[in-house]
């Protein structure tokens, strides 16, 4: 089965094509001919992923699935949020966000956090909507060097170590966005 992912993230692509392997044809959106940046206006992780899902379809219409991520903070009220990627300002810069994020938590000691992903697919003009989370803590200070965002400073329940700190296979194993592929895969194996 063709589908597009809908992200120019390109480490979203490789982490979602090391996981589906060669069961499902993967297009990205330049090769189905979007060279445009999809819309991005929701206030929830969910809105944000129906409406990349969606614009794909109606413009394209390529089966598709895209994905939003978020991190989610207690002690924050839940920010960064569905601002996650631009929680530092604009261009988006992983090491603002950071910054930003423990200079929020300063003094804080209610560490407690999740990164959320909602995935929408769009089959056949059919929406189906699939949610993985990863719980765990924000540290005080960044530790590894692997991954991207807040893997840094994130540090998953169970684990005494970062997702920065994990292979691409260890982190791939527990992640929020894997939990919610796993949902996803297992649909379209229905």
């Known amino acids: 089965m063709t589908l597009c992912f809908a ?6 692509l490789a982490e979602i094509s090391a996981m589906l392997g060669d069961q499902f044809d993967l297009k990205t ?9 999809i819309p991005e206006t929701q206030d929830t992780i969910a809105g944000n992923s129906r409406q990349k899902a969606q614009y794909v379809w109606e413009h394209f219409r390529v089966n598709c699935f895209a994905d ?10 839940g920010a960064p949020g569905v601002h996650s990627a631009y929680y530092g300002g604009h261009p988006r810069s992983y090491e603002r966000n950071v910054n930003l994020l423990l200079t929020n938590l300063e003094g804080k000691t209610d560490r407690k956090a999740r990164f959320r992903t909602v995935i929408t697919l769009v089959l056949d003009g059919q929406y189906h909507a699939f949610e993985g989370v990863a719980e765990g803590v924000i540290l005080t200070e960044p530790r590894g060097t692997g991954g991207f965002g807040y893997d840094p400073v994130f540090q998953p329940d169970g684990y005494d170590r970062t997702f920065a700190e994990m292979s691409l296979d260890e982190k791939g194993a527990i992640s929020h966005r894997r ?5 996803l895969i297992a649909f379209l194996k229905k």
Do not use: P, R
Request: aromatic share 6%; with cysteine; glycine share 6%.
């Open 7 to 12: 992200t120019n993230n390109a480490n979203k």
């Open 68 to 77: 939003d991520s978020g991190l989610e903070v207690d002690a924050l009220d």
């Open 29 to 37: 959106l330049q090769e189905i001919g979007c060279f445009e940046e």
């Open 179 to 183: 939990k919610a592929f796993e949902k």
